[in-house]
């Protein structure tokens, strides 16, 4: 049971129950209180029974315990209803992602709608990718009792953004008041996308093209990362200095994955690995975001890509500070350090200092 779905349930019971603070501790949710209107506790009785919970009340000493959980306790994670602006997102997304795959190949959809098929394999990639993080973080907020909704897709036309989408993000609805489980919903998502991206770009550059170098007026190129350049050593040992990869559009969808990977793991603001830094680090995470935001400046000077990210980040979080919890002094467990220090080792895999360049 999420905060709001135990705070729309006290609003079941106003006319008999006021409550003065409401807690939660381990998938229980409790909260003191007095009857009131003459009302008695079989008038509560009344309301929750019908209320798929379980409940237990106790007076001590005039003031009121009432304590809640799922009735369903085996249950971490149930399937939501999905609401219809999710669906028609998601439906736009994939088309957006077609075409824009489908433009990469060459296709000529206004003559022939039909090869906009050829798009499936970005699409079906890049939409892989981004599901699964989002669903990476929507799973560890319905595990810890976060209030989130599911991801909504961004779509974009290719004309404008070369893939097709702005990419995906969930909202969450209540308070994060645990370290643990911001670090683990804030790391989620990021890991769950690069389990998915790196196999993606395996397959995709093994299918890809080796071509020779040939200077092209105004080619886009894409930077390489640390992962990258590994992976294609691997998949291509023999690539001679005057050759290139022609990447095939599983493995573009698959550098898409930990472009968005990396972006999302600057330990800035609430981005990610805003999160993952606040729960690691306490109030040092400012002093660490901060030089994390000026760094951008100098590497604009590589990709202006830089400075239009710094600039968004200043638009829609307005800090670059992470906002407080109740228990930052907390200490956290040695696995959930582990999962933070796998994430800047993700972060310093992924890193692109240019990531685009003509």
């Given amino acids: 049971m999420t905060e709001t779905q135990f ?123 981004l599901g699964t993080h989002e669903f ?39 308070p994060i008041y645990r370290k643990d489980a911001l670090l683990q919903i804030g790391a989620a998502g990021p890991i769950a996308g690069f389990i998915i991206a790196v196999p993606a770009l395996v397959i995709g550059l093994w299918l890809s093209e080796v071509v020779e170098k040939v200077d092209v007026q105004g080619a886009l190129m894409l930077g390489d990362s640390i992962l990258m350049k590994i992976l294609t050593w691997i998949t291509h040992p023999g690539l001679l200095e005057n050759q290139d990869i022609m990447l095939h559009p599983i493995a573009f969808a698959g550098w898409i994955g930990l472009l968005v990977t990396m972006l999302n793991l600057l330990p800035i603001g609430q981005l990610d690995g805003g999160h993952v830094a606040y729960a690691m680090m306490g109030e040092k995470q400012g002093w660490v975001a901060k030089a994390a ?42 696995n959930n350090i582990r999962v933070g220090y796998a994430c800047l080792i993700i972060f310093i895999l992924c890193f692109i200092p240019a990531p685009f360049s003509i």
Avoid: C
């Fill in 293 to 334: 935001f000026a760094a951008l400046i100098p590497l604009s000077f590589f990709s202006l890509n830089w400075l239009v990210w710094g600039i968004l980040i200043l638009i829609l979080m307005r800090s670059t500070k992470h906002p407080p919890i109740q228990d930052i002094h907390a200490p956290l467990s040695q």
């Fill in 7 to 129: 705070r729309n349930l006290l609003k079941k019971l106003d006319e008999q129950f006021r409550p003065s603070q409401i807690g939660s501790n381990k998938g229980e949710w409790l909260a003191v209180g007095n009857l009131i209107n003459d009302s008695v506790q079989n008038d509560l009785d009344i309301i929750l029974k019908n209320e798929e919970i379980y409940y237990s009340i106790k007076n001590n000493n005039g003031d009121l315990y009432l304590r809640v959980k799922d009735g369903e306790d085996n249950v971490i994670l149930k399937i939501p209803t999905i609401p219809r602006i999710h669906w028609i997102l998601f439906l736009l997304t994939v088309f957006t992602t077609l075409l824009a795959g489908a433009m990469m190949e060459g296709a000529r959809i206004w003559e022939y709608p039909i090869e906009i098929l050829k798009g499936i394999p970005f699409s079906v990639t890049l939409m892989l990718i």
């Fill in 136 to 174: 990476g973080h929507y799973f560890y907020a319905q595990k810890h009792k976060v209030d989130a909704t599911l991801p909504y897709f961004i779509p974009a036309p290719p004309f404008l953004f070369l893939i097709g989408t702005f990419g995906a993000f969930i909202k969450i609805k209540s």
